[in-house]
């Protein structure tokens, strides 16, 4: 558990009460709140159930939105059958028998050369997997989301434990092929082959999904007299790699 990013985070600031206000997902980049002590986690948690607490993330999705345009996905979430989770045998996604679940999107930039479009979502609830869920259910899936398609769905064709161990023996004789000809997995025209008849499992990486901006009332401060946080944490570059060549917007209509 010395990996974690809990542990971690108590270790650089020294700090053992350390607790996190909200989770990323683990593909997820981006700012992420810690409150210190017991009544600030407490004030905190509070402000999130009151939805006070503002969160706002930017997405690199699939096909191009209307520029500039702003829209609401209230689809509800919940967990569906799945048969790759061999033990829970289900997930979350866009469910009509799920809770309530509240997004509400604007199309920044789009990029018309590599077909993508740049979104800020603010999230009133914090669903699991909430923003690729929606994305995916307004029909634009977050680039290299591994994981939901179109609809909000996981992908159709659920892998086994037949299909783990069939793909581990595959690549166990390819191992020991490579072994003994000193070459890798490639193709006739010397590219590297990547197979991809699996389907994602939650803790996938890959999707585009970066949590930009924070906004809370200080924990400490009186009612009435509230002191306004605004954290902002810039993307990261394999993030601005994803939109290729086009800079990504600034103000007014982009990242304000």
Not at 159 to 174: A, P, S, V
Request: hydrophobic share 35%.
């Amino acid at each position: 558990m010395d990996n974690t990013m809990l542990a971690m985070a108590r270790q650089l600031t020294s700090c053992n009460s350390l607790t996190p206000i909200h989770r990323l997902g683990r593909g997820t980049s981006g700012a992420i709140l810690w409150a210190k002590t017991a009544p600030a986690r407490k004030v905190l948690c509070r402000a999130m159930m009151e939805r006070s607490f503002k969160k706002v993330y930017l997405a690199i999705v699939q096909g191009l939105l209307p520029l500039h345009e702003t829209f609401t996905i209230t689809q509800r979430i919940g967990p569906v059958p799945y048969a790759a989770l061999a033990h829970t045998q289900s997930i979350f996604a866009a469910s009509d028998d799920g809770k309530e679940a509240t997004s509400h999107a604007t199309t920044l930039a789009v990029n018309t050369e590599l077909n993508l479009s740049l979104v800020k979502v603010r999230i009133e609830t914090g669903r699991a997997h909430q923003i690729r869920i929606h994305m995916a259910y307004a029909g634009h899936p977050l680039l290299g989301d591994p994981l939901y398609i179109a609809g909000g769905l996981p992908r159709p064709r659920a892998i086994t434990e037949e299909d783990h161990e069939e793909r581990y023996r595959r690549e166990l004789q390819q191992g020991e092929k490579n072994e003994g000809d000193g070459d890798s997995h490639k193709s006739e025209d010397g590219a590297q082959e990547v197979e991809d008849d699996t389907n994602g499992v939650p803790g996938d990486l890959g999707y585009f999904l970066h949590s930009w901006k924070l906004v809370f009332a200080h924990p400490t401060a009186s009612n009435g007299a509230a002191e306004r946080i605004r954290i902002v944490c810039p993307p990261p570059p394999a993030f601005r790699a994803a939109w290729g060549q086009q800079p990504l917007p600034s103000r007014p209509h982009g990242l304000t």
